[in-house]
């Protein structure tokens, strides 16, 4: 007999779940994330007010750097309303109408 639809749709997404765990370390090395709260983010405290992380990544690339999606919630759940982003790689750009 086949197993329930539900239970084969949460086993596959457990499987891409691990695996784009599995790619974001692999791709941030020996970098030092944050993996609290339900977020894995390419991302450290510097100081109590200074954060330096990852580009924020959408699409393909946000399954294996950090998913512009966690890191708006990740700042809106934690630090609403008393952030600013510095982009620090001017080769590359993300719609900045999505934090505040």
Known sequence: ?????????????SVVMWF????????SRQKRRYVKDGYDLDLTYV????IAMGFPASDLEGAYRNNIDQVEAFFDAR????YRFYN??????????RFH
């Open 88 to 97: 620090l790689c001017s080769e590359r750009t993300y719609p900045l109408d």
């Open 1 to 13: 007999p086949e197993p329930p639809i539900d239970r084969l749709v949460s086993s596959r997404w």
């Open 79 to 82: 630090h609403s309303g008393h």
């Open 20 to 27: 784009q765990e599995r790619v974001r370390h692999w791709v």
């Open 47 to 50: 100081t109590e007010r200074i």
